[in-house]
């Protein structure tokens, strides 16, 4: 999984907090993504991202396909790791 690892985690937070945020961040959050993505089909938000409700006045890009999406998560992912995030 691309996620946190469990034992770091544990070893951060202890056992019941540690393994909360680990299944959160290695399966809650991916699971809802992909629940978003692929069965939703709502606009994502580049300011307010997927998880957070987009209000009326919001005037951020929205993107409206799954390849626009996808394509951003990897520009995303890519900025990470260029600012060693990742």
Known sequence: ??????RTSIKLFGFKDGFSFWFKWSFSDPI????????????YCLEHGFFWPCPEGCDAKKLYTKKEILA???????????????
């Open 1 to 6: 999984m691309n996620g946190v690892d469990l």
């Open 72 to 86: 951003q998560f990897q520009k995303n992912i890519e900025k990470g790791r260029a600012e060693g995030f990742y």
């Open 32 to 43: 809802k993504e992909w629940w978003w993505l692929n069965i939703t089909h709502k606009p």
